[in-house]
């Protein structure tokens, strides 16, 4: 096994691996920040045409979904937001969490790792345990959805001290290849795929990657239970809908859930 001391994230490597889709992106990186999510909410860019990426290196207050906190350690993992604006008038994008689960998934395959599951509506699994984490905010105006703030947090290389709360268990990307790829790379890699998903999301809708996102599902015909409505709800998890709900097959029939701020757990 290889791991040598991670890298500081570097602009010119993040372009090295966007190659002709660098232009595309106006990419910002920080030694640290509270948390990427929260700087991109309160002050977005103006748009230029490009999509803004803000990385950071460390986070100080990084947050998770749920109220939960996102961790960090330096060089322990990798840490962006992106703001993703809609077209003028457009709907929201039905799926986009589970869009950008895919596109995190595809990133990871690309570097080698085997065992890529999603578990829905936006986390990512490698052999079952977490190794990375998506946090979608959406900026409104006038009651419209005017863009999204999508942040990512994924394992690089977690301390021996972590402790993370997680009922899957955690797993980094050090424990999943022999050589641990630099952060920069990652982060390249991961806004090419996030470029070409949700450029087809956006084109023809979450149903074209519908069937992309099932072969990847962790708990496909598996018994669940979703937390997070009044009461917890419990069946057999029969894939995602065409707008990226959870169908759930229980003794009453097939339910709906939407991804509003609900957890599913192993039933
Ligand atoms: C979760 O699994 O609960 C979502 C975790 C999302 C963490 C990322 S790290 C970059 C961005 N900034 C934040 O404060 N959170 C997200």
Known sequence: MDHPKLEALDRAAVAAALGGLAAAFSVEVL?????????LLADPPPDDGRIPVLAADRQTAGRGRRGRVWQSWPGAGLTFSVLW???????????LSLVVGLAVARALEELGVEGVQLKWPNDVLVNGHKIAGILIELVSGRGQPLAAVI?????????PEAAIES???????ARCLDATPPASRLLGLVLAQLHHFLGICAAAGFESLRGA???R???AELPVRILGEAEPLAGICAGVDADGALLLQTP????????????LRAG
């Open 31 to 39: 030694p640290e920040c509270d948390s990427t999510n929260s700087r």
């Open 85 to 95: 604006r809609f077209a003028p008038g457009a709907p929201l994008p039905g799926g």
């Open 151 to 159: 942040g990512v947090g994924i394992n690089l290389r977690l301390p």
């Open 167 to 173: 009922p899957l268990g955690v797993t980094d990307l």
């Open 213 to 215: 996102w099932q072969q």
């Open 217 to 219: 599902n962790a708990f």
């Open 252 to 263: 009453d029939g097939l339910r709906r859930v939407l991804s509003g701020d609900v957890s």
